[in-house]
């Protein structure tokens, strides 16, 4: 399913961003959610995922109480709620989509190309 992420930019610490994510095609409803960032020269970490229907959500633990993700099945989109943003939140931000709930990233079928997040102190 292809997906385009949007909504990156530049914010100052303890600022907000909303990321979104839209799907094409009528299947979105049948994938799991997640998304996963990566900071220059790291590897790419676990964010959050969401439930096909929305009732469940996980968090890493970096970004609980701060992030919330939600998805609106009717518009096949995906958002990424950020607040209280921190410099280390810095980096590019990928939505993905999976058949099986889970922080590995090997475990989602297909990503969209990333929005970038810069967080300035």
């Known amino acids: 399913v292809p997906l385009q992420a949007s909504g990156g930019g530049l914010v100052q610490a303890g600022g907000s961003l909303r990321l979104s994510c839209a799907a094409s095609?009528?299947?979105?409803?049948?994938?799991?959610m997640g998304w996963f960032r990566q900071a220059p020269g790291k590897a790419r970490e676990f964010v959050a995922h969401i439930s096909r229907s929305g009732g469940d959500t996980y968090y890493a633990d970096s970004v609980k109480g701060r992030f919330t993700i939600s998805r609106d099945n009717a518009k096949n989109t995906v958002y990424l709620q950020m607040n209280s943003l921190k410099p280390e939140d810095t980096a590019v931000y990928f939505c993905a989509a999976g058949s099986v709930e889970g922080r590995l990233a090997a475990g989602y079928n297909y990503w969209g190309q990333g929005t970038e997040v810069t967080v300035s102190s």
């Open positions: 095609g009528r299947t979105f409803s049948m994938y799991v």
